[in-house]
């Protein structure tokens, strides 16, 4: 053998050498005790076999952003209700109640998507509990509902993001399936991401979980895992065993509710306070000037609305709601004020005329005033039709027949006064 040859025996040797030096021995993560270490979780009994539990306790003092955890528990009903824009929730109460989130085999749901990972925060006595149910693989599932459903009845209320769409119907299928008692049939239910959306849609482009941590809470999470990869890292689980790659799924989970804690917070204090909460700003006040309004708290929403109008982005749209607030009132002078200044601002300006022109006619019976008014709407939507090049022949005969009639009224007016 020439030293060319003895070489690449050499080389041949040493990578095979390597090779059973790098290989993993087969099944070397498929031990109980590994994951429970790695995962500071300890196994669980049941009747219907075993699962993973993990637990946290974080002090009421605990800050998650910049919340103090026991600032919930300070909620009164009279603000629950409004985040929840329904009444029912007028004696919801956050010392019995679960902050839930589930972490599942897919995004779609469906039948086939089960919740490997369910997220419980609650408080209890003098620190915020945060348990953790995993299923080590699709035969624990029963014994994590059955943990879960013992936990769910000790409580009256829960709360959640995106759940009234996605978790309980998950949770409310995968108990149906396993033919077990669905502990969540009768409980009350806040859903955080229909207030979301009521609150802050004007303002954030994404009323998204994370989008919330990061305008409300001002949150950057480190090491943690987007929601898309999840499933695939859990399926990855199942067939290596590593449970290495599941630490940053925990702590995902763990921070959502954290954070909805954080952000049930925020939205009450935006609602405490408005004007002068830190958490309520621009387009904010006139969601939640809506809000108020529907609510029947109108002095609160009519202070939010005069807020609103000085923001460029929703002055327009919190101009037309105010006006038609005070016009719904009576308060026909206030709304006339308003209607003026959309025309002088060139705000939505052929509503307002149109608003003048009914207002002037039917209430003032200043009919030169209507008839100025209704003569300056026709005028915006011939316009309109010649720009645009589409046929607004409804809108315009409609203004016609409105200036007819004044027309006549002013008429009859004149006669009436002569006689």
Known sequence: MNLSEKLKAYLSKNDIEREKIVAPPENLYDTSDHIETLLNAKTVATPFGEHLVVEKNYPLSHIHGSTELRSVLDIPGHLTRIIA???????????????????????????????????IGFFDKNNFKVIQYFIRDYDEEAAALYSLNALLKNFKNIISFNGRCYDVPL????????????????????????SARRFYRERLESVSLSSLET?????????????????????RFLNDRNPLPLKPIF???????????????????????????ESCQNQDYYCIGRVFEDMGMIEES????????????????????????????GNWHKAEELWIKMVEENLNTKFALLELAKYYEHKVKDYNKALKAAQRALEIERKKDVFTGYAHKEEIAELKKRIERIELKKEKSKTAIAL
């Open 302 to 329: 009519i202070r939010c609305y005069n807020e609103a109008v000085k923001v460029p982005e929703i002055k327009e749209k919190s101009y037309l709601q105010l006006s038609l607030l005070y016009k719904r009132l």
């Open 215 to 235: 305008n409300l809470l001002f949150i950057k999470r480190r090491g943690d895992i987007p929601g898309w990869e999840i499933p695939s890292v859990y399926f």
């Open 251 to 277: 702590y995902h989970n763990c921070m959502d509710i954290l954070s909805m804690v954080a952000i049930t917070d925020k939205i009450a204090k935006s609602l405490d306070d408005p004007i002068n909460s």
């Open 171 to 194: 949770l409310t299928t995968r108990y149906l399936l396993n033919r077990m008692e669905n502990p969540l049939e009768d409980i009350l239910h806040l859903d955080l991401l229909l």
């Open 85 to 119: 824009k329904d009444d029912a929730y007028k004696d919801f109460d956050f010392s019995n109640a679960l902050f839930i989130d589930t972490e599942t085999t897919g995004l779609a749901g469906g039948t086939g998507t089960l919740a490997f990972l369910t997220g």
